[in-house]
């Protein structure tokens, strides 16, 4: 890798740029970003890019579809090596690339996972203390961010022939991961220090992929998963199951966007785009169910970007749809082509999209189709763009199976 690098890194110390922020910047510490809905509030990422603007690409070993999560000078990635025979978590200097620490997680015998999942989908959470990585039956892990090893858990053997990507998430000093299955399916917390676990909660024994967001409501916290049968909220303390909303066509992939008050969801299948008001108890579908909309489009695994009074949907084949969020009234309907699995980002009112084959959308909400730029990374054959991008002071981390990406230069906080 350092050899791979050499020639680029000469060029960035040349102009001054690199992956790297001012210490106490801005971080992006989890899956859909530090706000839990995909938003960043860098308002100099780059809106349309040439190929003279990435000023990085790192090779990466093994295969990994996981997000880079960043925390100071530091970026956290998974990949799998010997078809998931070997899990990996490492970590990359956001100036020089290098790898400051790598640790095998896992190895044995891999659990199938689909040809769309892999064995190295989910992204790390960090809060500057430690970071942990989950790989289904490769194990919860915890690290120091310097590397340290502190717990290694075996969740289970988690039979079905999908594999998993739910992320961990922090809640105060707990590490919680949803372990949605086709048997002995759970949602657990454990201690980040330890990895002791403090509660887990069955949950209905369903594939599932989605994260954990937690939401404010009425003075209580509440942990919202979607899942195959609906969204269901838990006590994050207690792992006590608050209210349940049922979902219309199952799979319950895309993670649920929060949105002025409401919980917007769709459900990987074809079926109703939803809203659900928080703070309910038991089934709550009839209650809280805010609005539904018809939507008969491809199947969903890109999750909801809520802009102002714009919430943008993308199926996997390239048809993005706009609803009102707070009425779920559809306003447009536009066909970008391609394939899409990544959840968008959104930052300085434009949201950002990337497809499978390395093509970054950014489009602008409003009352008919606005596509503000369209930008390509030209990956080799067979390189899959299927983790979402991570903003960072005035650049754009895209990770593919193969390779991180750097676009644009380097805008260092004051």
């Not at 917390?189 to 994260?211: D, I, L, M």
């Not at 993308?314 to 082509?337: A, F, L, N």
């Amino acid at each position: 890798m350092a050899r791979l690098w050499r020639g680029t890194f000469a060029a960035m110390a040349v102009l001054g740029l690199g992956l790297g922020m001012a210490e106490g910047g801005p971080n992006w510490p989890r899956w859909r970003g530090p706000l839990e809905n995909g938003h960043s509030e860098d308002l100099g990422l780059p809106v349309a890019f040439e190929a003279k603007d990435i000023v990085a690409k790192v090779p990466l070993k093994g295969i990994g579809q996981s997000s880079p999560v960043v925390w100071g000078e530091k970026v956290f990635l998974t990949t799998a090596l010997d078809k998931g025979q070997k899990r990996v978590v490492f970590c990359l200097d956001r100036t020089s690339s290098k790898t400051l620490w790598e640790h095998t997680a896992w190895t044995g015998e891999p659990e199938p996972s689909h040809i769309m999942n892999g064995w190295a989908s989910a992204t790390c959470v960090t809060d500057g203390e430690v970071v942990v990585a989950f790989f289904g039956k490769g194990g919860l892990h915890g690290y120091s961010v310097n590397g340290k090893p502190l717990w290694s858990k075996n969740l289970g053997t988690f039979e079905s022939p999908w594999g998993v990507a739910s992320c961990p998430v922090i809640v105060g000093d707990l590490i919680i991961q949803a372990g949605d299955s086709e048997k002995d399916a759970f949602i657990a917390a454990f201690n980040k220090k330890t990895g002791e676990q403090v509660w887990s909660t069955p949950r209905p024994n369903n594939r599932g992929w989605s994260t954990p967001i937690v939401v404010d409501v009425a003075g209580r916290q509440e942990l919202v998963v979607n899942g195959h049968a609906g969204v269901m909220a838990y006590d994050p303390k207690t792992g006590k199951e608050l209210w349940f909303c049922k979902s219309f066509n199952g799979r319950g992939e895309p993670t649920v966007t929060p949105a002025g008050g409401l919980l917007c969801a769709v459900n990987g299948l074809s079926g109703d785009v939803y809203a659900i008001k928080p703070g309910g108890s038991g089934d709550v579908t009839k209650t809280h169910m805010a609005w539904h909309t018809p939507r008969k489009t491809n199947r969903d695994c890109p999750s909801p970007i809520v802009i102002g009074d714009a919430m943008l949907i993308m199926d996997m084949k390239g048809i993005v749809t706009c609803y009102q969020p707070s009425t779920g009234t559809e306003v447009w309907k536009h066909r970008i082509g391609g394939n899409f699995s990544a959840s968008p980002i959104a930052a300085n009112g434009l949201a950002y999209f990337i497809g499978e084959d390395g093509t970054v959308i950014a489009i602008k909400p409003g009352n008919e189709p606005n596509i503000v730029a369209q930008s390509k990374i030209a990956g080799a054959e067979g390189e899959l763009f299927r983790a979402s991008i991570t903003p960072c002071e005035g650049q754009l981390l895209i990770r593919s199976t193969t390779n991180l990406y750097v676009v644009g230069e380097r805008k260092q906080a004051k």
